[in-house]
């Protein structure tokens, strides 16, 4: 299903979508990472923002 990029409630700001540049480039400036950590991250712990938050923090 495509993602609307003007659709940002909660579900949108809860997890985190890699299978859209904008929404990569978004999370990676946001969270302060890289693609490749970000990707590592998500990999690890799902998609889950919060879940993904913690790991980085670690």
């Known amino acids: 299903m495509a993602d609307n990029r ?5 579900p949108d ?4 979508s890699l299978s859209e540049d904008f929404e990569i480039r ?5 969270l302060g ?3 490749e950590r970000l990707r590592e991250a ?3 712990v ?3 923002a919060d879940k993904v ?5 670690k």
């Open 6 to 10: 003007n659709d940002t409630g909660s």
């Open 13 to 16: 700001r809860d997890r985190i």
């Open 26 to 30: 978004d999370w990676t400036e946001s």
């Open 33 to 35: 990472v890289s693609e």
């Open 42 to 44: 998500v990999s690890a």
């Open 46 to 48: 799902g998609n889950s």
């Open 53 to 57: 938050r913690a790991y980085l923090n």
